[in-house]
């Protein structure tokens, strides 16, 4: 018997275009993220459209190789336009150092740099002084 048409979930297309905009922050080809998760560009196309269900395993290559938690697919079940427009901190100068030092604090100095971070971006910037 024939498949139906129309048998997309909406919750894998909302994970594929998730997927998809997260990739393309981090400035790869369909190609180069499916190196990086072991695919072909094939099939990471298939995961971004919706057409193939991506699994839970590969969702966490996927978060590994684009510096995202894999929660960040799963925001809600509606796509947000607001959290394609996030930048990737990774892509920042510095910001992998960044990263990596966030990473290793405890959550009490995590609070803090945060802090400090949002006191920083509510500050006037240094670079318009002077």
Do not use: W
Request: aromatic share 4%; glycine share 8%; charged share 25%.
């Amino acid at each position: 018997m024939p498949r139906a048409i129309a048998t997309t979930d909406p919750v894998d297309l909302v994970v594929g275009q998730r997927l998809k905009a997260a990739r393309q922050r981090c400035g790869l080809s369909q190609a180069e993220l499916g190196k990086a998760m072991n695919l072909s560009f094939q099939q990471v196309q298939k995961y971004e459209r919706g057409t193939n269900r991506i699994s839970a395993s590969m969702l966490v290559r996927a978060g590994k190789a684009l510096g995202v938690p894999v929660a960040d697919f799963f925001p809600d079940v509606e796509p947000d336009p607001a959290a394609d427009s996030r930048i990737d901190i990774r892509s920042l100068r510095g910001g992998e150092a960044l990263t990596e030092h966030f990473a290793a604090m405890g959550p009490e100095r995590r609070a803090l740099l945060l802090q400090i971070a949002q006191a920083f971006a509510l500050g006037p910037d240094d670079r318009s002084s002077g």
